[in-house]
């Protein structure tokens, strides 16, 4: 049976130090796991990592077996995710995050503004998707 989360050795620098190095993660079904550690230990760079918001400098992370840069969005709608500090450019537009999003995962440029528009429906964001990001409240951040 494949995990549904596997992270073997991930590794992401940033100047002047480490954000995460060698991290082994394995979450299975119905398990639970917390991120516990003082600030700077790197929790929030290993679920942006995890995501797909950053990219790794070494090791593998999988998401039930399947590699996080070749995730689609059809694999992504099955992934649910929160973070205490979203990411978005808070001088980005909703609309604008979301299609930068889009194209960081692959989608081609014809493609990309539609899928933006749906997942901001989708998210309950429609309304607000001319709005820079950080004029959002922190729940309507967290749906972006």
């Known amino acids: 049976m494949t995990a549904l989360l596997e992270v073997t050795g991930a590794v992401r620098s940033y100047s002047p130090g480490v954000g995460v190095r060698g991290v082994t993660l394995t979450v299975e079904e119905g398990e639970v796991h917390a991120l516990v550690g003082l600030n700077g230990a790197g929790k929030t760079t290993l679920m942006r990592l995890?995501?797909?918001?950053?990219?790794?400098?070494?090791?593998?992370i999988r998401i039930?077996?399947?590699?996080?840069a070749r995730m689609t969005g059809s694999r992504?709608?099955?992934?649910?995710?929160?973070?205490?500090?979203?990411?978005?450019?808070?001088?980005?537009?909703?609309?604008?995050?979301?299609?930068?999003?889009?194209?960081?995962r692959g989608l081609p440029a014809s493609t990309a503004a539609e899928a933006a528009r749906k997942a901001l429906d989708d998210a309950g964001l429609g309304d607000y998707a001319a709005v820079r990001a950080g004029r959002l409240s922190q729940g309507n951040r967290q749906r972006l």
């Open 64 to 68: 039930a077996g399947t590699p996080v």
């Open 76 to 104: 992504w709608r099955c992934v649910g995710h929160l973070l205490d500090r979203p990411f978005a450019y808070p001088e980005l537009t909703a609309q604008r995050n979301m299609l930068v999003a889009a194209r960081l």
């Open 50 to 60: 995890i995501l797909g918001m950053a990219r790794l400098r070494s090791g593998d």
